[in-house]
């Protein structure tokens, strides 16, 4: 495990046996409380052991998203207890269910903007972020993001960020500025392991879009079958707490499509370990430039299940296809 993370955690028990300590004496030293404080001794014993993150069975290293969630824990997901099986078990059918809920509504029209998206997670959770946020104005906000790690406690930094954007939009701060205080957040609350890399933009009444891209993979552009990349303009969120970004600003004309995904699309392998790559999916969106957002996203999903073929399906993956109606 690395150093930084093992500090931060060693400093996450020495703060809950603190707490702990305080609570045994207003509470009259209840069992349970002295159960906990004697699990947090033990960690730190591993700590100082040099075993702290080794599965007590089979001595191999323990998954790092469980320890950063639970830095109690002492065995691997292959020795899990039956009753800890059952609870890991709850627990993913739980943050599902939430994940599902923080989604946008698919396939829909909003002013001139025809939208749809695709979300989902190579497990139960996906560490991908999606959504679209429409505004008095008229004004059409999306993003699409990658958090780094997998697992819950990926899942759990995707509704972090969620919950970050929602509630800047709706200062109606600059778009650049509502990635910079999300990056700050996020920096601030977060491991230093953790990251995000993400697709913010604004789509206007008259065809406008302004973009951020935060490290993210270059957003396509197709109008008439040309294909333009918008590249990232700067680090991903949560490397640095006084990160600053820029954004470039887009004329979408009538029929024009706007394509964000993540690097389950890009990235997907075949059998022998070949990717699928950028330039095959920019050439996809070339020849179906015509097609509505909907049918467009199911063209790539046919196009990179083929490519993939019985290889397994390695990483999340979301696609967002923002679509200007012809003829309004």
């Avoid at 931060?8 to 030293?29: H, I």
């Avoid at 209840?30 to 159960?35: G, I």
């Avoid at 046919?302 to 012809?326: C, P, W």
Wanted: aromatic share 6%; glycine share 8%.
């Amino acid at each position: 495990m690395p150093v930084n993370i093992e500090i931060t955690l060693r400093e996450e028990l020495l703060n809950r046996r603190q707490k702990l300590e305080s609570a045994t004496v207003v509470f009259d030293e209840r069992k349970a409380l002295k159960s906990l404080l004697s699990e947090v001794d033990a960690a730190l014993e591993r700590m100082e052991a040099g075993t702290f993150g080794l599965c007590e069975v089979c001595h191999d290293p323990i998954e790092p998203e469980r320890l950063i969630r639970d830095p109690l824990t002492q065995f691997c997901l292959d020795h899990l207890t039956l009753a800890q099986q059952r609870a890991l078990e709850e627990d993913l059918m739980l943050a599902s269910e939430i994940q599902r809920g923080l989604l946008p509504k698919n396939k829909l029209q909003i002013g001139e903007w025809e939208v749809s998206h695709f979300y989902e997670g190579a497990g139960p959770v996906s560490g991908d972020y999606c959504d679209l946020v429409e505004t008095g104005d008229g004004s059409l906000y999306f993003v699409v993001g990658d958090v780094s790690g997998k697992g819950i406690a990926a899942s759990m930094l995707m509704a972090h960020l969620h919950a970050m954007f929602r509630s800047l939009i709706s200062f109606g701060l600059p778009l650049n500025q509502i990635v910079e205080r999300a990056s700050r957040v996020f920096c601030e609350s977060t491991l230093p392991s953790h990251y995000a890399t993400l697709v913010c933009g604004r789509a206007g009444l008259s065809g406008e879009v302004e973009l951020c891209n935060a490290g993210h993979l270059p957003s396509l552009v197709s109008c008439g079958g040309e294909i333009t990349m918008v590249t990232a303009s700067g680090l991903p969120l949560g490397m640095f707490h006084n990160e600053e970004f820029s954004t470039d600003k887009l004329s979408l004309s009538p029929g024009s499509t706007l394509l964000l995904y993540t690097d389950g699309l890009s990235e997907a392998q075949d059998g022998v370990g070949a990717e699928y790559g950028r330039e095959r999916l920019a050439r996809l969106v070339s020849e179906s430039h015509a097609l509505p957002p909907e049918e467009l996203i199911d063209t790539c999903l046919q196009d990179v299940a083929a490519f993939r073929s019985d290889a397994a399906k390695r990483d999340d993956l979301t696609i967002m296809a923002i679509r200007r109606v012809a003829g309004v």
